[in-house]
């Protein structure tokens, strides 16, 4: 089975600080993506990725940056975090039909 | 971004009923998707739908690719509360990154 695995689950931080999500997939996928859930606005992609070092903005890619040295791992980075970054950040990966989720980081932002 | 029209955004059902929801789109894809969300996790694929018409079942779940390739729907029989989640569908078109288009989710709760 596919594996992604998210490092935190949850995430207690201040506003101003500089944030790292950190993803890694253990199947070889090309395309890894960055995903923001909150109530009643369903998912909205942050940044994707197809390939190493390769980025492309997503739909809500103000206030992010992402990160991609190595095709396992792709880092979202909030550079000064605001309290309207408080959000699930789910991390998927995909090499044909349909994503692996990660279990998703809870960031708070205080 | 464009989201699909999923319905209805939540649901409380009692244990043993059936389940329907749906998503439209104003563009046609050529894979449908539902997945699964337990509370606290990340979602998980269910079902994958690949030809207009198609009708697939997995287990208590069943899942048709509308004709006009703008919608489909999702089916769950004889519910038991750990259907307890979030239901997305999702569009996907091949060729490209492979971006696929989220709905917005149903909350589904069962009562026991």
């Known amino acids: 089975d596919v594996k992604v695995t998210q490092s935190s689950r949850y995430l207690v931080k201040r506003t101003g600080e500089k944030v790292f999500l950190e993803c890694v997939q253990d199947?070889?996928?090309?395309?890894m993506f960055w995903y923001r859930q909150d109530p009643g606005l369903g998912l909205r992609l942050i940044y994707f990725s197809y390939d190493v070092k390769m980025k492309e903005k997503g739909d809500i890619p103000e206030g992010y940056s992402v990160s991609r040295e190595k095709k396992e791992r792709f880092s979202l980075i909030l550079e000064s975090a605001s309290t309207n970054q408080t959000s699930m950040y789910l991390c998927?990966?995909?090499?044909?039909?349909?994503?692996?989720f990660g279990s998703g980081t809870r960031l708070t932002v205080v | 971004g464009q989201q699909l029209n999923q319905s209805p955004q939540s649901m409380f059902i009692q244990e043993g009923e059936d389940v329907s929801m749906n998503c439209t789109s104003s563009?046609?894809?050529?894979?449908w998707l539902w997945y699964k969300q337990d509370p606290g996790e990340g979602p998980v694929l269910l079902i994958a739908l690949y030809k207009a018409g198609e009708l697939t079942s997995n287990g208590r779940l069943t899942a048709q690719f509308g004709i006009t390739r703008k919608d489909s729907f999702l089916n769950i029989s004889a519910s038991i509360p750990s259907d307890v989640g979030i239901y997305f569908c999702?569009?996907?078109?091949?060729?490209?990154?492979?971006?696929?288009?989220f709905g917005i989710g149903t909350k589904l709760q069962v009562i026991p």
């Open positions: 199947m070889d996928h090309e395309n």
């Open positions: 563009s046609i894809f050529n894979t």
């Open positions: 998927a990966s995909s090499l044909s039909t349909g994503y692996t």
């Open positions: 999702a569009g996907e078109n091949s060729g490209g990154y492979q971006k696929v288009t």
